[in-house]
Structure formats: C-alpha cells, structure tokens
C-alpha cells in the first residue's frame, strides 16, 4: 500500500500532494541492508561500490541522509579535494592519497560505538610514517643507518610523541584491553591455583599480581604506534613496490623499509630530470601509483583485521560485535580530485588481491544534468531510484558467480531534483535502524564478567588456602588444624614461635656445617581448641624446648665427630587426631630423604599417637616416646608390639599399682579443720575418668587403680564423665553429706580439663577433700601450683612423670646443666607466666640425647675413621640396633636403661614420683619409686609404699 505525507515545495509554492514515497524507503532500507553484516555462519560478501549520480543538490542531500543513518558506526566522508595532485609543489603525488586517507582512518575510528573497541589502522600508520621519513642520501649504507636508526627509535618508543597519537593510544587502550586481560586472568587462574596448592598462597598470590602486571604491560605495548614484528611481516608478503625476482624480495621489515625509501627517491626526482629520457618519465608515475597502491592496500588489509571473524582469532570480541560495515563516503568534483583516483585505487587493489575487505564506498558523483563524472568504466547497472531494491537483488545473485569480487562493481543510482525535495521528510520519518545484534558470546558485558570472574576465581581459591592452607608440607585439617611436617618455617601456634624458630636456625647451622647429622622427627599435639587455656600447649612447648636444648648442646661441641641433631617437627593434631596421616607424610619423606633415622615424642596415649606409631613401625623406624603410658601403646590392633617402638616412661600398671599402695599406705595428707595434713590410709576413692573412647590413658590407668586399690582393701567408685563440668557436678553430689564424701578422690584425666575440674571442687560442699591425680596434669600443676595452693578445701597429690625437686637440694647428681638452661630460654620457674612444661622439656630432652648417643653409636661402627663425615650420619637399621647395645645414661629425668623383648621394648627402673603442692605454692616431691641414676636404690622415698 502507497503511503503519501506532505511534501512543502523548496521553492516555497504549494505542497507536492500525495508524492510517492515508497521509492525512498526503498532506497533506505537497501541502504540499511547493503551495510549490515551478515551472520558469521554466511560470512562477509565483498561489496560494491554504490554511486548516486546527479545534480549537486540532490547528491549532497541524499549523502547527508545516508550519513546520518550511518550514525553510531563507522563512517567517514571524503570531500572533494579537487586540485590537489600533489599536496603542493614540493610535495610527491601520492602525499595527498595518504592525508586523504589519513583523515578517513582518523574519522573511522573516531566515529564507532562509543563503548566498544574502535578501529585501528596500524599498518597503514606504519607506511604512512615510511613515507614521512626524511630521505638519506642515495647510498644504499646510508638508506640502511637511517633505516635501522628510526625503527629502532620507533619500536622503543613508549610515551607518545604528539598529541595525535596521544589521543590514539588511549583508543587503543580499549581496543587492546580485553583480549589479553583476558589472556592473562585465564592463566593467573590456572597458574596461582596450581601454585596455592602445591607451594603456598603467597605464591599463588603473587602469580596473580604478577599476571596483573604483565596484562596492563602487554596491553601498552600493544597499544603503543609500533604493532610488532609479527604484524609488520605483511609488508614482505604483499605485491606492491616489490621487486620482479623473488630472490631480491625483502625478507624483513626494514629491507622492506629501505625498498620504500628507494622508491620515494625515484618519485620524487624532479620533473626536469623525469624529463630527459622516456625511462625517467615513467619511473616515478611507476613507483608513484605503486606507493599508492601500498596505501589503500595497508588501509584495506588493516580493515580486514579488524573485521576478521574467524576460529583462530576467536577471541577478538571486537570484530565479532562489528555487526554493520564501515561507510565511507567519497565526494568527487572532475577527473584531477585526488578522491577520483582514491576510488580508483581502491578498485584496483580490490581486483589484484583476492580477498574481500569490509569497506563500503558510495560514491557522491555529482553533475549537472545527471551525467556521471568518476571512474571509469561508468558503472554498468543503472536503475531509477524506485528500481535500487531490484538493482541490489540482481547483483546479490551474481555474486554467486564471482565470490571474491563479484562480477558486477558498481551499482549507480541516478537521481532526480524531486527525489531530494522528498527525502528528508521521507529519512526524518524512518526512525534509525539499530546495527543487528552481536553474538552473546560477544557480549562486553559477558567477556568482563567473565574476566572478573577469571580474576576473582583465583582469588577465591587463594582465599580458601589462605585459610585452609598453612604453609609448606603442611596443610589445613577439617577441624580447622595446621598438620603437618615442617622444618621451622611454620611455628603452628604462636606460643611455639620461639623455640620452632630456634630449632629452624639450628637446622640451618646445621645443614651449612658440613658435619655428620641425622634427622628426628618430633611428633607432637601442636594444635588446640581456639577457647583453651594457655597451658594446654604446655606440654608439647615443653617437649620442643627440651630438644632445642639437646640441640643446641651438640652445635656447641668442638668435637666434629659428634652427630649432629636435625629436627622436623610433625604437628598430628589435637589429641592426634591426624597422627596416621601425618605418619603416611613422614614415610613419603623418609623415602626421599635417606637422613630420616628416627622420631621422638607422641606424648599423649591416643589412638591417633599409637596409629601413627604402627604406620611408622612398617619401615622399622626408631622411635622415642616420652610421656605416654598407656601398657598397650605401639601395639597394632591383633595385640602385637611394634619393635621399633621405646617408650621412655612407666606403664598405667606400675604407676596405678604404685599410686594404690601409696593411698592405702597413708602416704597421702589430707588437710583436717587445724588447717594442718594429717597422714591416714584412704579406705574409699571416687575414680575419676574420661569417657572419650580416643584417649587410652584415662580410662585405662582409672580401672587399674579401682582394681588395684581394691585388692588393697579399699573401696572405689568409678565416675565417668564427658567434660569437667560433668564431673565437677558428680563431685558435689558426693560432698552433699560428710558422711558420703569419700577419703581420696583419684583423677585421671587429662590437664586440658583439670583446671576446670578444680574449680568445681572450690565451688563444691566438699571440705579437705585428698585429691590424687596421674601423671597426666604435670603442665597444669606446673604453671598453676600457686592458684591450686590458694583453694583451701583439697590437698593435691600427683605423679610427675620428672620434675627438678625429685633431687634434694644441694645434690650433686641433679642435672643442673639442663636445667639452667631450660631457666635461661624460659625465665625463672616461679614468675608466675605459663611456661613450657619443665617436666616434658626434660622427658623430650633425654629422649633426644637416648636417640643421639644411639645415632653416635652408630655412626662410629658404619663411618669411615678418615672420612670426612659429610651427609647423613647413620642408617635406621643400624640406629635400631644401637638401642639394644646402648649403655644406661643418667638423664635429667631419672636413670634411662631399655630392655629389648619381643613382648615389646620398655624402659627399666624408670621413676616414679609422688608430688603435692606445698602450702606456699611451691611443688614438693614426698615420695619415688625406680631410679633416678644409676647407683640410686630401687625405692628410696619418703612414704614408702606398702606391699
């Protein structure tokens, strides 16, 4: 149906009533189709050039609506330029092609959509800075120094010399941002994850930056005039300026320069000298048309770039969201306006290089009358204005036959004085057509989440083993626990800072020495709940500090011979929880690691300690326990013992037997209402014990002391509890009535809940009430004996394992040396600071120097007397056997002497001490059962047990 508005007549008389518009919308509407881009999957069509021919009036107004419907994309108008052959007279002919295209490159980049990437032109800048180059003079070295001069000044050239390329290089900054920003996030993800998780997330954390780094670099240098080598290799493959013979073919880019140079020289050669024979007056038109040719080909090829959508450059989003072509509207006045040979040009190129470019040309060929001034050959499909629908049709299937360049290429459009009366009006009517939508995946916003997402993803990954991650050889357990193993650069918890850093500077020494060494691993609790008490790390602190002690001594000897202690240390957990898999990363290292002989500590009678124990007894590794008890630990679950396995303490069943006898002895002293203890057998005992299934020694030693204290005579109850609260309200149920309240109340817990147990008795009905306790609260007594003394309602006894007052003052067999030493790292034991544990700092420290007098042992039967005792000191097997030849020693915590037996090994004659807290605070020792050295008496004691 025929649409008709009012059209006012230009000359101001009566209205054209009822003109026909469907012509201009069709014509706008071929106009729409002919510059939109087709889906990737039909791929780009080469187009032709469109020519409105007519008089000036019409084509200047037709040419001002076409490029107000090309706004939002890439468009450019070329005016007529007429009289300007050669830029001036000083100037060569092809000068004023390349400002002219000069002017539509900068136009074109400047004109697209104002979010996205625009077009950039770098191989034509590149030949036009050829072309702006002063010439050398005509010597091929002085061509070469000039050549290798500015394009090593242009390469290296980083901050922008004009504002012109100022204003460019951030236009480029976008065009260049997103392709390898995104490059570089793609492998920050994989690199700084890879990193986390097998090194540290510092490391991780600085691939990230690193990444960051290296994007904004790689996008400047990118974006900067000079493209690269790599782009700059067109110039030796395209067929203008290059010589006939391939052999003289430029093979790199400044040959290809200097060729340029040479062919200005020729071009530019005065035209009374071209004059003297016919060879000069057709050089320089030859190397004139050839420079020209250069140019619309680099402008053509740097359009073709940046419209090119292909699988290998897929990740150019840019040109997938270049879904209109470039418009470039070319105005010509007669046959000497430079535009005239710009299409010309163009068309030539077009025909000689068999590859489609995205350039639209529309050709504003405007005459009075009508006739067609351009290039020639006139174009040879003509339609009316009504006909440019069937005129684009036609041509479209001719394509079919020629794809590259098409058959026909030009398509002219004669125009008349009435269609530019109603063209206006018809083009104000016709709302702007949006450029067709680009692919999703093309999407600005798409690509920058999914860069941020590349960013954020490692970050998230580096927060995570941040947190889940502790530092080397050393990971983040579910329960929120640093285990592992490490050699000192990972203190666990900072109450071990100190002495881990201590023990990791020995190490050094060590290691920088060149003397014998061999490694220990301690295995140790090395983790707690984040709401425990300050003294419930004591032990395990206790237990380093006393081999950072053993050495230290071995460093100071002058003696080279003397093995030197290397020390890993292994954190399994609270309560060794983890001790089997930590165990599984001690045996991947001692397979790697021929210096591993042996390990030291698990100190608490845990399943996690004795699974740890058994997976390290497969390979026979020598292993030193210090405070655990429990009688069957180091055995696996059919009841057989592991050989490799020592430990340095008395069983549950001596220290329940000896306890037992020495409550129904009357050893003990509960206080009475004078305020003073009196000494009276205990005939009835409350046991005490933990119901946690994990822990071997609470339940275990609290049996055997009800079993024992009832073949004594005595009666116990057994209570078992969850947590201390529980067994605090179990207590007081049994001091509601004196006449309930029992003689002795045996506690066999750990120290982690003793102090809380304590402070139910303060709070409790029960009055002089005779507490005694294992083994187990040594580090609790240690650093709170002065509070426990200030509670007035119970006398606490317990049974220190080792501990400075089981010497008398003034005996010269205390081991003093260790002892100042230990004051000297910790400070006086009386300072009222929570302090390593002294009595696990000297079990840790006479296991260590058991395990070294054995490694010296060995060490002097395998080595060579002349050698130079580099490297691993001593083999596991032959450590082994070392203990079952190894002399007794009078260590700092009693008498140290094995028996071997396939029962099991155990330590002979280890003491066993009775210990309360004195009315001052202080910790005395009232009776000892084994030796402390090796001349003393088996039982030589105050209150001695019974039989």
Known sequence: MTEAVEIPRADGGDSLDHYNTDAIRGFIRTFEQMRARPRARKGDVPLPVLSLHGPFEVTAAFAQILAARCKGAPNAWAES??????????????????????????????????????????????????????????????????????????????????????????????????????????????????????????????????????????????????????????????????????KTRPQSFREFVELVLKARHKAEVPASLSEMSDRGQREPRRECDEIELLLVNAFLEDLRQGYERSRRT?????????????????????????????????????????????????????????????????????????????????????LRASRAVGDVRH????????????????????????????????????????????????????????????????WKAPTGECVGITSGDVSFDERFAEVVNAIEDNNGKIERSGRPYTTIVYVGALSTQPSSAAEDLADAQGELTGI?????????????????????????????????QVADR???????????????????????????????????????????????????????????????????????????????????????????????????????????????????????????????????????????????????????????????????????????????????????????????VSQYVDGNAARIAMIGKIKLYYTPLATEKAWPPGDIRRPAAFYDALWRRTGPPDDGEVKPSPTYAVLAYDAARAMMDAAQSTYRLQHDPGGDGRGPAVDRGGLLAAFGRLDEIDGASGLISFEQDPSGNRAVDRPLLLATVSASGGIEVVGQCGRLYEQAEPCAMAGRPGS
Not at 318 to 338: H, K
Not at 559 to 572: G, K, T
């Open 548 to 580: 950072a002690i053993r050495q230290g001594e071995l460093l100071e000897s002058a003696d080279q011979s003397i093995v030197q202690l290397r020390v890993l240390i292994a954190n399994a957990g609270n309560g060794f929880r983890f001790g089997e």
């Open 586 to 776: 001690i045996l991947e290292l001692a397979r790697d690691d021929p210096s591993i002989a042996g390990a030291i500590g698990f100190g608490e009678s845990r399943d996690g300690a004795n699974a740890a124990i058994n997976r390290l007894s497969s390979i026979f590794l020598p292993m030193l326990g210090t405070a655990a008890t429990y009688d069957d630990f180091g055995k696996d679950g059919k009841g057989r013992p592991s050989l490799s396995y020592f430990p340095l303490s008395p069983t549950n069943s001596e220290v329940a037997d000896v306890s037992a006898r020495w409550a129904r002895s009357g050893a003990l002293a509960a206080p009475a209402d004078d305020g003073l203890p009196h000494k009276r057998p205990a005939r009835t005992a409350a046991v005490f014990v933990d119901a946690d299934s994990s822990d071997l020694y609470s339940s275990d030693i609290g049996r055997r002391f009800m079993k024992r204290f009832g073949e004594l005579g005595g009666k116990a109850t057994l209570i078992e509890y969850d947590d201390a609260g529980d067994a605090g309200e179990e207590l007081k149920k049994l001091c509601k009535r004196d006449a309930e309240q029992p003689d002795l109340v045996f506690y066999s817990g750990r120290s982690t809940q003793f102090g809380t147990f304590v402070d139910r008795i303060s709070s409790s009905p029960c009055e002089g009430l005779l507490v005694l306790a294992g083994d187990a």
């Open 81 to 246: 330029r007429a009289g300007e052959h050669a830029g001036g007279e000083a100037g060569a002919p092809y000068l004023a092609m390349s400002e002219t295209l000069l002017r539509v490159a900068r136009t074109l980049s400047s004109t697209g959509p104002g979010k996205e990437p625009q077009l950039r032109f770098p191989l034509f800048h590149q030949v036009h800075w050829m072309l702006g180059m002063q010439l050398p003079g005509d010597t091929p070295q002085a061509v070469r120094e000039l050549v290798a001069r500015e394009t090593r000044r242009r390469r290296l050239q980083l901050r922008p010399s004009s504002e012109l390329e100022h204003r460019g290089l951030l236009k480029n900054l976008r065009a260049y941002f997103e392709g390898p920003l995104s490059a570089w996030a793609a492998a920050a993800a994989l690199v700084s994850q890879a990193l986390a998780e097998q090194l540290s997330p510092v490391i991780g954390l600085v691939a990230v930056c690193t990444a960051l780094v290296l994007a904004v670099a790689h996008v400047l240098l990118l974006s900067r005039s000079w493209a690269g080598w790599r782009r700059y290799r067109w110039f030796t493959r395209q067929p203008y300026l290059m010589p006939e013979s391939s």
């Open 314 to 398: 897929f990740w150019r989003r840019a040109a997938w969201t270049r879904t209109v072509y470039p418009v470039l509207l070319v105005d010509t006045a007669g046959e000497a306006d430079v535009n005239v040979r710009l299409l010309r040009r163009v068309e030539q190129v077009r025909r000689q290089i068999p590859q489609s470019d995205p350039l639209f040309v529309i050709h504003i060929a405007a005459a009075e009358g009508g006739d067609p001034v351009g290039p020639a050959p006139a174009p040879p499909a003509y339609a009316e204005v009504s006909g440019a629908e069937r005129l684009w049709t036609e041509w479209n299937r001719s």
């Open 411 to 474: 398509l002219g459009i004669r125009l008349k004085r009435e269609d530019a009366r109603a063209a206006d009006a018809v083009a104000r009517s016709i709302p702007l057509e949006q450029p067709p939508r680009p692919p999703l995946l093309a999407n600005r916003w798409l690509l920058r989440a999914a860069i941020l997402l590349l960013f954020l993803g490692p970050a998230a990954v580096l927060a995570r083993e941040w947190q889940s991650s502790c530092g080397k050889g050393v």
